[in-house]
T-cell receptor, first 113, second 117 residues
Framework: KAGVTQTPRYLIKTRGQQVTLSCSPI?????VSWYQQTPGQGLQFLFE???????NKGNFPGRFSGRQFSNSRSEMNVSTLELGDSALYLC????????????FGPGTRLTVT | AQTVTQSQPEMSVQEAETVTLSCTYD???????LFWYKQPPSRQMILVIR??????QNATENRFSVNFQKAAKSFSLKISDSQLGDAAMYFC??????????????FGEGTQLTVNP
């Protein structure tokens, strides 16, 4: 069974631009969560989607948004990029609301210049 | 809000020896889960071991075991017979048992483990 995939793996953007990252969960998994990893702030939860609905949201500005499609694939969008948005963005999937094991993707490395 | 603290930024161990990574957490909840994740240089987060708070027995997965002290809010990871492939950043993580929290994980700062041949 294929694992969690994230595209693109690397991305370079300029301040003020917007970016969309994609995450395809493991087949059969309905929940997708997003995390931001930076050297200064560590790993921080962004949001979770389950069956196309946002279930939970971390403490990030409104520039960070996401959505989930009917096939459980999820996208994360960051508008008006700032230098501080440079980070590794990880997504994780799990099967259902009662399962606690999450499987992480390889991440997307975003660099904002 | 829950917090997770890993007080050892770096640890090293000789191959075949045993090492223990520390983790403490703060919560007012009684129902929660604790995890150790491993992040090698590839950056892929890998689940090492999990512990349900309601279980008194410490979890074990092959060479990995935990010492879960609920009253002390301590959750340490012991790696026995360390191997070169164990070298990675290790993260302790907390997940609430409340349904409304979903899959939200709160991570510690991480401990970089070096395994010396």
């Amino acid at each position: 069974k294929a694992g969690v995939t994230q595209t693109p793996r690397y991305l370079i953007k300029t301040r003020g631009q917007q970016v969309t990252l994609s995450c395809s969960p493991i087949s059969g998994h309905r929940s997708v969560s997003w995390y931001q990893q930076t050297p200064g702030q560590g790993l921080q939860f962004l949001f979770e989607y389950f069956s196309e609905t946002q279930r939970n949201k971390g403490n990030f500005p409104g520039r960070f948004s996401g959505r989930q499609f009917s096939n459980s694939r999820s996208e994360m969008n960051v508008s008006t990029l700032e230098l501080g948005d440079s980070a590794l963005y990880l997504c994780a999937s799990r099967r259902g609301s009662r399962t606690y094991e999450q499987y992480f993707g390889p991440g997307t490395r975003l660099t904002v210049t | 809000a829950q917090t997770v603290t890993q007080s050892q930024p770096e640890m090293s161990v000789q191959e075949a020896e045993t090492v223990t990574l520390s983790c403490t957490y703060d919560t007012s909840e009684s129902d929660y889960y604790l995890f150790w994740y491993k992040q090698p240089p590839s950056r892929q987060m890998i689940l090492v071991i999990r512990q349900e708070a309601y279980k008194q027995q410490n979890a074990t997965e092959n060479r990995f075991s935990v010492n879960f002290q609920k009253a002390a809010k301590s959750f340490s990871l012991k790696i026995s017979d360390s191997q070169l492939g164990d070298a990675a950043m290790y993260f302790c993580a907390y997940r609430s048992g409340q349904e409304t929290s979903g899959s939200r994980l709160t991570f510690g700062e991480g401990t970089q483990l070096t395994v010396n041949p």
